[in-house]
């Protein structure tokens, strides 16, 4: 009776044991695998973290481009003169579009990065789909906008091309007319070779005593020589004496000598001077 209580017993203490061991495997177990959920959770958390300071900073460089688009300044016809310089505004403009198009492909970039790692991380949150959708629409509309400002840009070097010609002609045209209203003809001679070559006449007087000469009014270009009087007021005239008998007002110039066969036509108002286009200067 006694052997069998003491053998009860014995298995009563080994079942304890084993229950105890099972029991004490499962609670590791159970721990272990707690610390492996809880390091499995600080992982997702983390990489949560990090995807969305990725996606914080993404966003950061979306705004910055839009930021950018706003200084671009598309040239206009106005700033033609400015075009035309190097490395002033189209070159400031076309190299401001070149760098909202690098940063939109860096961008483009790591939206595709951002995605890769959230897909290999086995982070599939809709929220985070729909962010990584929202910065792709964005990209997209930032591309379709540097494309169109490129465009213009095209466009309006298409314009100022036309414009600078044009603008040439009229500064040809404009340099022509005032060449045109500057210069005068003038032809020097004595009253023999100014008559016989029918550039003056005599008039007036009476049997032929107190007549005058004056301009016949014949314009010959052959017999006369050109002169600018916006950039030459003097003529020099090879003779000892000379006598302006055209029309000038005797207040816009002056015949001073300048040596014993040289005298010296200095024109003071070019304006008053060439109203009357052909100037006769008779030498003796």
Do not use: W
């Amino acid at each position: 009776m006694r052997r069998t209580g003491v053998f009860i017993l014995g298995a009563v203490c080994v079942a304890l044991l084993v229950a105890t061991g099972v029991s004490y495997s499962k609670y590791k177990k159970a721990v272990a695998e707690h610390a492996q959920a809880t390091q499995a959770e600080e992982n997702m958390r983390q990489r949560y973290d990090q995807a969305v300071n990725e996606i914080v900073v993404i966003q950061d460089s979306l705004s910055a481009i839009v930021l950018g688009e706003a200084a671009i300044k598309v040239p206009t016809a106005e700033s033609l003169n400015e075009l035309q310089l190097p490395g002033t505004l189209h070159d400031r403009v076309l190299s401001r579009i070149a760098t909202l198009k690098s940063a939109v492909e860096r961008t483009k970039e790591r939206i595709a990065e951002l995605d890769t790692r959230l897909k290999r991380s086995g982070i599939k949150i809709a929220g985070f789909e729909r962010m990584i959708a929202g910065l792709r629409k964005s990209v997209a509309e930032k591309e379709t906008r540097i494309a169109e400002l490129d465009a213009q840009v095209g466009t309006l070097e298409y314009k100022v091309a036309g414009l600078s010609t044009e603008v040439e002609t009229q500064q040809v045209e404009i340099a022509d007319k005032r060449r045109e209203l500057a210069t005068v003809f003038y032809a020097v001679g004595t009253k023999k070779q100014l008559t016989e070559a029918g550039v003056a006449e005599t008039k007036g007087g009476v049997l032929g005593i107190g007549k005058t000469l004056e301009p016949s009014g014949m314009v010959n270009s052959t017999l006369f020589s050109p002169i600018d009087t916006d950039e030459t007021t003097t003529i020099r005239i090879p003779a000892e004496k000379a006598q302006v008998i055209s029309a000038q007002p005797v207040s816009s110039y002056f015949l001073k000598p300048v040596s014993k066969e040289e005298v010296e036509l200095q024109i003071v108002d070019p304006k008053e001077f060439r109203k009357v286009k052909h100037v006769v200067i008779v030498t003796t």
